[in-house]
C-alpha cells in the first residue's frame, strides 16, 4: 500500500495508523485523539476561506463529523492531517458557495498564475520585528491584512506559514500544483508585507527571510 515504507520510518504515522485502524473497527470513542493534534489547523483552514468565525466553527465541526462518516474510505496514500484538512477546504469551499450564490466573486479571487502583483519595492519579506509584536495593535494589523487577501493567496498563506504544511501537502489539500502554491505563497507575502510596512514604518529588519525564519504568528 502506499505510504507504508514511510509509516514505518516514521513511528508517530504508525502510532496514528494504528490508531486509525481501531476506530475502523468501531472504537468511535478515540476519534477525538486522533484528531484534537488537528484542530487548530482544520479551524484555521475553514476560516481562511470563510473569514467568519461562527461559520468556521461550524464547518470545522462539519468536516470532523465528515472524516469519522468517511474514515474507511482514508487508505493512507496522504498523511491523515492532509486528507483532514481536504475535508475542511472542501467543507468551506461549499459553505461558502452556499452563502453567495447570488454575488460576483471578487476579482483578486479569480486570478490565477498568469496573473501579476507587482510589489511596491524589490526588497524580499522580511521578519517583523520582535518589539512590533508584542504591540497588540500590530497582531491586529496581521489579521486584518489577511482578510484584504484574495482567497487563493490567502489559502495557501494560513496552510503553508501559518500551520506548517509543507508545499505538497498543501497542494494535495488544495487540490492544485506545488508550483501553484510557490507562486502563490510568494505572491500572498509580497501583498502581505506591502499591506503591513506602512504601518510597520517600513521597519522590516533581520537578514533572514521570512521563509527560512520563525514565523510571527
Known sequence: MPGEASL????DQLKEAKLIGRIRD??????????????RRVYAAAFA???NEADADDVAQEAVLKALK?????????KFSTWLIQITVNEARMRRRKDHSNLMEPIVDRQEEDGSYTPRDFAD????????LERK????????????LGQIYREVFVLRDMQHLSIEDTANALGIST???????????LMLRDLLAPGLGGAWTGRASF??????W
Do not use: C, D
Not at 514505518?8 to 513511528?11: A, D, G, H, R, S
Not at 468501531?26 to 484542530?39: Q, V
Not at 495593535?137 to 484584504?148: K, P, S, W
Open 8 to 11: 514505518l520510518e516514521n513511528p
Open 211 to 216: 521563509a527560512k525564519g520563525s514565523k510571527p
Open 49 to 51: 476561506i470563510l473569514r
Open 26 to 39: 468501531g472504537e468511535n470513542e478515540l476519534f477525538y485523539e486522533l484528531i484534537r493534534p488537528y484542530e
Open 137 to 148: 495593535e500590530v497582531r491586529q494589523m496581521l489579521a486584518e491584512a489577511l482578510t484584504q
Open 179 to 189: 508550483a501553484s502554491v510557490k507562486t502563490r505563497l510568494l505572491r500572498a507575502r
Open 125 to 132: 519579506w522580511r521578519e517583523i520585528p520582535s518589539e512590533s
Open 70 to 78: 468517511h474514515i474507511r474510505q482514508f487508505r493512507g496514500e496522504a
